[in-house]
């Protein structure tokens, strides 16, 4: 949490919105390393909704 203070200025703030777009970059950082087309999103309660609100934004 501390090492990524600076991702978020109120960490009491932080939406699905804003997990979103992070998870995206994982996914682009994910395929480029490995050359995957298809990367599984998996979520248990928080997890699964940002896995959801993550692909509903999809851009690839």
């Given at each position: 949490?501390?090492?990524?203070?600076?991702?978020?200025?109120?960490?009491?703030?932080?939406?699905?919105?804003?997990?979103?777009?992070?998870?995206?970059?994982?996914?682009?950082?994910?395929?480029?390393?490995?050359?995957?087309?298809?990367?599984?999103l998996?979520?248990?309660?928080?997890?699964?909704?940002?896995?959801?609100?993550a692909?509903?934004?999809?851009?690839?």
């Amino acid at each position: 949490m501390f090492a990524s203070a600076a991702a978020s200025p109120d960490p009491n703030a932080v939406t699905m919105d804003d997990y979103a777009p992070d998870t995206q970059t994982w996914i682009a950082a994910v395929r480029q390393r490995t050359g995957a087309r298809c990367v599984w999103l998996l979520g248990h309660s928080e997890g699964g909704l940002v896995a959801l609100a993550a692909a509903a934004r999809r851009s690839w």
